[in-house]
């Protein structure tokens, strides 16, 4: 089946490092990636999509690039703060009748000052 | 806030228990999924719902929960005798459907179950 598996199970930081957090899926079809961030006591939201090859997704600093040759969605951002704590989901959904998001397992980012 | 609401936001119940939840998806989703999420960590999904009939659910909830979504504004997850390990945050989201692509999923902030 869909898969969707992250390297980082923990990330701890300073303000002002760069963040990466690597996404890796695999599929058989051509999904629409998504990184999705979750808050203490809150719902996972959306952070951003793509759904074509080389198309780039961005919000709040944060960025990635739908790379369908390595099968990969890396979520990057130049410079963290500490309200930038929070667990980062990648996933993937193809719509339609399968439209469920398949999650990786989960990237908890720490940022302290 | 969440568009898609979910009550009670708590919940407690014995070993051998009926649980049930509700959410309310938001307003004009025709599409609702429900999500268990353990150890704030990974999301595990479990029922799908295209205007209140189920596409696509997972072994264990046809055997143990009960899912249904009576009307568009109204759906709930019941399970019907709660074990130690169903101690979740079990999350419903909402979205619109299109059969072109994948649409975003919105979320609401999820029920806490705690089976003693």
């Known amino acids: 089946g869909d898969s969707v598996t992250q390297t980082e199970g923990q990330v701890a930081l300073s303000e002002e490092d760069f963040l990466t957090i690597h996404c890796n899926y695999s599929a058989s079809g051509y999904p629409t990636l998504f990184w999705y961030v979750q808050y203490p006591g809150e719902g996972p939201q959306l952070l951003f999509r793509?759904?074509?090859?080389?198309e780039k997704g961005s919000s709040r600093g944060f960025e990635a690039t739908y790379d369908k040759g390595t099968t990969s969605f890396h979520l990057r951002k130049a410079s963290v703060q500490e309200s930038d704590s929070a667990v980062y989901y990648c996933?993937?959904?193809?719509?339609?009748?399968?439209?469920?998001?398949?999650f990786g397992k989960g990237t908890k980012l720490s940022v302290k000052s | 806030d969440a568009a898609v609401t979910q009550k009670p936001r708590y919940l407690i119940k014995m070993k051998g228990q009926e649980a049930e939840m509700k959410c309310i998806p938001e307003?004009?989703?025709?599409?609702v999924f429900w999500y268990q999420q353990k150890q704030s960590k990974e999301l595990k999904f479990l029922i799908y719902?295209?205007?209140?009939?189920?596409?696509?659910q997972i072994d264990m909830v046809k055997e143990r929960f009960s899912a249904v979504c009576p009307s568009s504004s109204l759906c709930s997850l019941g399970i019907r005798t709660c074990e130690a390990e169903d101690s979740a945050l079990y999350l419903c989201s909402s979205s619109q459907f299109r059969l072109g692509g994948a649409e975003t999923l919105y979320f609401g902030s999820g029920t806490r179950l705690t089976v003693l």
């Open positions: 719902f295209q205007n209140q009939q189920p596409l696509d």
């Open positions: 793509a759904s074509r090859d080389k």
């Open positions: 307003k004009g989703h025709t599409a």
């Open positions: 996933a993937l959904s193809f719509g339609g009748s399968n439209a469920k998001l398949t």
